[in-house]
């Protein structure tokens, strides 16, 4: 069975801008590993806000807490891709706060790759079907349990979708 449809390059896909704030906004929302990496501070004292952090001192952060966090994300837990279509309150990019894959030294190496999945699948379907949820809901998907990856529920069979028919032209 061939597809009826032609997908857009990699480049083309990418420029959707729509397409890369769903994508982006996916990332955001599920988290592949909520353990926390730590590092080590520098051999100087690290002032954070009221703190000082003495030199050689183990330090981590999890992704969840910070694209979970209400003063960087506005209501973190809703679904919204628009988010990335518009300035932050400090008038920035919130790309700089999306660290789905990592940051720095610690950045996956597949960061590219896997954004280049994600956009080419989601193509896919979008061009190639109409698809609807099927016995899920947002408890399916909500973390509830932290085992070095985020788990939800224990009865949770994940996303079921169906196809409800093809897309007839584009």
């Not at 069975?1 to 890369?20: A, C, V």
């Not at 894959?101 to 956009?119: I, P």
Request: proline letters at 6%; charged letters at 25%; hydrophobic letters at 40%.
């Amino acid at each position: 069975m061939g597809i009826s449809y032609k997908i857009p390059t990699l480049t083309q896909l990418e420029s959707i801008t729509f397409l890369s704030a769903v994508v982006k906004e996916g990332l955001r929302m599920h988290e592949r590993i909520v353990a926390r990496l730590s590092r080590v501070t520098p051999s100087e004292n690290l002032k954070y806000k009221k703190w000082a952090i003495p030199p050689g001192t183990p330090i981590s952060t999890s992704s969840v807490f910070i694209h979970r966090n209400p003063d960087i994300f506005l209501d973190p837990l809703e679904f919204k891709p628009e988010r990335w279509l518009e300035k932050n309150s400090k008038g920035g990019s919130l790309d700089h706060y999306l660290v789905a894959f990592g940051k720095g030294t610690r950045n996956c190496v597949g960061l590219n790759l896997g954004s280049a999945e994600v956009h080419i699948t989601l193509a896919h379907i979008a061009m190639g079907f109409e698809v609807e949820l099927f016995y899920t809901d947002i408890s399916d998907v909500r973390m509830v349990r932290d085992w070095y990856v985020p788990q939800p529920k224990l009865e949770s069979v994940g996303v079921q979708a169906r196809v409800v028919g093809k897309v007839k032209s584009i």
